[in-house]
């Protein structure tokens, strides 16, 4: 239960007295020794959380809710859009199976910050292997599946691991691809030797032999047979997991997070902004190899006593709906892309029931109105969006269900309000104006990067920091109103000015992914020799062939809505859109295209 009722009564706690604030919140936490500070700056100029105390977030997670009584409720349950299987693992199946991998894990020779770099796709046995890390105090690598050789090594190399955790096959669609020759070239393109390789494998696709320079090769499920091991406690401040950037926020970065912070705020998280209990069910359509995944399809769940349902691939509306209905989803986190996918795919019109369902929530990339609108008609229920970044591991602003009186925040399509311990502000632009970029003032709250790893060591995030030092810089770019809401208008470098004026390419898409015959829209800037630059619309219509007037009128729109002055002439429509692999439209590329 918390001990606030409404939002202004929460911020005003965190902001008298931060140190009691956090040191309660870490009481949600089985602590082997409790911390004796909250935030305790650091040598180097950045802060730890909780120091002093010690802990073991594979134990919080799993053990602490079987020896509650929790071990036969189920705590992880994977649907394959690709094979159609589906895995209910309870509580206790879960720790037998996360206890022996590690076992096996350290029968290889993993100890105490040793970094294990997982290749594999939203599968069981991935988030067992980061679980297994956890517990033995080894630190977690997940990488993106679909990564290409080069990429992969350039990850091994960053990270030095001294074992791979492999897939012996992903799935693009129902497709089965072989792992082997992504694995062989970046074992082979990489600087760094892992010490031995363990290899998930597949029905749909086995892998036949030892994959190049890699010493040893085994076989998970036969290493999860292996003696179980008891959780070890780790420092707050010692690393869980390494998890690189997207490449949204510029060059792939690996972003550190502790073990102390991250289940305080993770813990804290699910009762304030999703109103998720012990035995609610939380499903997170985000592959675990991206942040989304590692903290709502695994861990925040798991360490509030909850069923995580994950899924490997993006499932449609029917899929999403089934599982919701069979598995009595409380909790739905999505982002745009999937709802567009849903939308497209002829989701019901009369929508869904889903009396287990109690709200959506959505984070990732801008989500336009229109969209947001087709969810709350589909779901009948509320759907809210907020904002999130890899290095925050948490949601910055958000909405807070936990609240029974938090009241409206901001417009019903905004990011919400500032989540504690995040105090934004806006740096307007030299040339002046409402928006500018959102800044963030220091220390950021538990939960977020804990520092960058570079050469082999954890190191302060300087890269982030203002000039002074004094802000973290988010490179995205808003407005904030009065009520403290946060109006997010995209990445600083996606503003485009106008002989002088800005306006954010999201303003535009707004207005355009408005029409009726948009699917989906990307507004990037080229140059234009009048007035510096100028917006081009790309455009993917909700079905070909396009009506002729149609351009004109998203044109018009455009006009309308914000005004002649930005210029909108070119909108081009196009098959799709370039995604990154984390499936957020690349406006980045389209303005280079
Ligand atoms: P990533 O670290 O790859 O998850 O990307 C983080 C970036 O995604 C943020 O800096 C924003 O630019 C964008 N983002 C995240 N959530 C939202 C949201 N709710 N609305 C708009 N953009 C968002």
């Known amino acids: 239960m918390l001990p606030w009722k409404t939002y202004d009564a929460m911020r005003q706690a965190v902001a008298t007295d931060p140190e009691e604030f956090w040191l309660a919140a870490a009481r949600r936490i089985a602590w082997e020794q409790a911390p004796v500070a909250a935030c305790r700056a650091r040598a180097d100029g950045w802060h730890d959380w909780f120091a002093g105390g010690t802990l073991n977030s594979c134990?919080?997670?799993?053990?602490?809710?079987?020896?509650?009584?929790?071990?036969?409720?189920?705590?992880?349950?994977w649907h394959s859009c690709a094979t159609q299987e589906t895995t209910r693992l309870s509580y206790a199946a879960l720790q037998r199976r996360v206890a022996g991998f590690a076992g096996g894990l350290r029968a290889l020779g993993v100890g105490k910050g040793d970094r294990v770099l997982i290749a594999a796709p939203c599968m069981v046995e991935t988030a067992i292997a980061m679980l297994a890390c956890a517990r033995i105090g080894a630190v977690h690598v997940v990488v993106f599946a679909g990564y290409a050789a080069a990429e992969l090594a350039r990850r091994i190399d960053d990270v030095t691991p001294k074992i791979l955790v492999v897939a012996s096959c992903r799935f693009q669609g129902r497709t089965a691809v072989p792992m082997r020759e992504t694995l062989e070239g970046a074992l082979a393109a990489a600087a760094h030797v892992p010490e031995g390789c363990v290899i998930v494998q597949r029905a749909a696709c086995p892998m036949p032999a030892a994959p190049g320079r890699a010493q040893d090769f085994h076989d998970f499920h036969a290493l999860e047979q292996s003696p179980p091991v008891a959780p070890v406690p780790v420092r707050a401040e010692d690393p869980l997991y390494i998890l690189h950037t997207s490449g949204t926020t510029g060059a792939p970065k690996g972003i550190v997070r502790d073990n102390g912070g991250h289940a305080v705020a993770l813990s804290l998280s699910m009762e304030l902004i999703y109103d998720c209990g012990p035995g609610d069910c939380f499903f997170t359509t985000s592959d675990l190899g991206w942040v989304v995944g590692h903290s709502y399809g695994v861990y925040a769940p798991l360490l509030g006593g909850g069923t995580s349902v994950i899924v490997e691939g993006c499932p449609s509306a029917q899929v999403v709906g089934r599982l919701c209905a069979a598995h009595d989803v409380t909790c739905l986190f999505t982002t745009p892309t999937q709802l567009r996918v849903m939308r497209q795919?002829?989701?019901?019109?009369?929508?869904?029931?889903?009396?287990?369902?109690?709200?959506?929530?959505?984070?990732?990339?801008?989500?336009?109105?229109?969209l947001l609108d087709w969810?709350?008609?589909?779901?009948?229920?509320?759907?809210?969006?907020?904002?999130?970044?890899?290095?925050t591991?948490?949601?910055?602003?958000?909405?807070?269900?936990?609240?029974?009186?938090?009241?409206?925040?901001g417009m019903p399509n905004d990011i919400g309000r500032p989540a504690p311990g995040f105090s934004p502000m806006v740096r307007p632009p030299a040339e002046g104006g409402g928006s500018g970029e959102i800044l963030l003032a220091l220390p950021l709250p538990p939960?977020?990067?804990?520092?960058?790893?570079k050469e082999g060591a954890l190191r302060p995030p300087s890269a982030y920091l203002t000039g002074d030092g004094a802000w973290y810089r988010t490179f995205?770019?808003?407005?904030?109103?009065?009520?403290?809401?946060?109006?997010?208008?995209?990445?600083?470098?996606?503003?485009?000015?106008?002989?002088?004026?800005?306006?954010s390419g999201v303003q535009i898409e707004k207005i355009v992914a408005g029409h009726g015959d948009v699917h989906a829209c990307a507004v990037v800037s080229v140059s234009d020799g009048l007035r510096g630059q100028r917006p081009v619309a790309y455009v993917v219509p909700a079905a070909w062939p396009v009506r002729a007037e149609c351009a004109g009128e998203i044109v018009e729109r455009v006009g309308r809505g914000l005004g002649r002055w930005v210029g909108l002439k070119d909108v081009l429509f196009v098959k799709q859109l370039p995604t990154t692999v984390s499936g957020k439209i690349m406006r980045r590329t389209l303005a280079t295209a």
């Not at 795919?345 to 229109?370: M, N, S, W």
């Not at 969810?375 to 290095?391: G, S």
């Not at 770019?477 to 997010?488: Q, T």
């Open 59 to 77: 134990h919080n997670a799993v053990d602490r809710h079987v020896a509650a009584g929790r071990g036969e409720q189920p705590a992880l349950v």
């Open 345 to 370: 795919g002829g989701a019901d019109a009369a929508g869904c029931d889903l009396p287990a369902l109690k709200r959506v929530f959505v984070a990732g990339e801008y989500a336009d109105p229109t």
């Open 375 to 391: 969810a709350r008609r589909h779901f009948h229920r509320p759907v809210v969006n907020h904002w999130w970044q890899t290095e």
């Open 393 to 409: 591991g948490w949601s910055i602003t958000a909405h807070f269900f936990g609240l029974p009186e938090a009241g409206p925040a």
């Open 447 to 453: 939960g977020c990067l804990a520092g960058i790893w």
């Open 476 to 503: 995205d770019e808003g407005l904030i109103a009065d009520d403290g809401s946060v109006h997010m208008l995209g990445r600083s470098d996606d503003v485009i000015k106008v002989a002088g004026r800005r306006v």
